[in-house]
């Protein structure tokens, strides 16, 4: 059975720092493509940052500079270190796993982790 448990949201003043981590199990880690999503109320989920099974990573525009994906193979965990965030980085966090090419479809979701800014 696979699992993604998120864990580290939090409430963090404006200019702060989070990271978020996600534990997988029940499924061959390494050979998946990883995500974290995000979706704010009232807004349509939408993903964060992008982990492939080859290393590459990438990240959306308004993100990039300040959060930074990674994962430690060994403990089968994925990362988001989330710095200088802002307001309308409040939303709740999925961590995201895609058996086909990164953005083909996700496969599977974790329960989400809930970050709040205040200004």
């Known amino acids: 059975q696979v699992q993604l448990m998120e864990s580290g949201g939090g409430s963090v003043q404006a200019g702060g720092s989070l990271r978020l981590s996600c534990v997988a199990s029940g499924y061959r880690y390494s050979r998946y493509c990883m995500a974290w999503f995000r979706q704010a109320p009232g807004k349509e989920r939408e993903r964060v940052a992008t982990l492939s099974n080859n290393g590459r990573t990438s990240s959306e525009d308004s993100v990039k500079g300040r959060f930074t994906i990674s994962e430690d193979n060994a403990k089968n965990t994925l990362y988001l270190q989330m710095n200088s965030l802002k307001p309308e980085d409040t939303a709740m966090y999925y961590c995201?796993?895609?058996?086909?090419?990164?953005?083909?479809?996700?496969?599977?979701y974790g329960q989400g982790t809930q970050v709040t800014v205040s200004s």
């Open positions: 995201a796993a895609e058996a086909g090419a990164c953005g083909a479809g996700t496969d599977y």
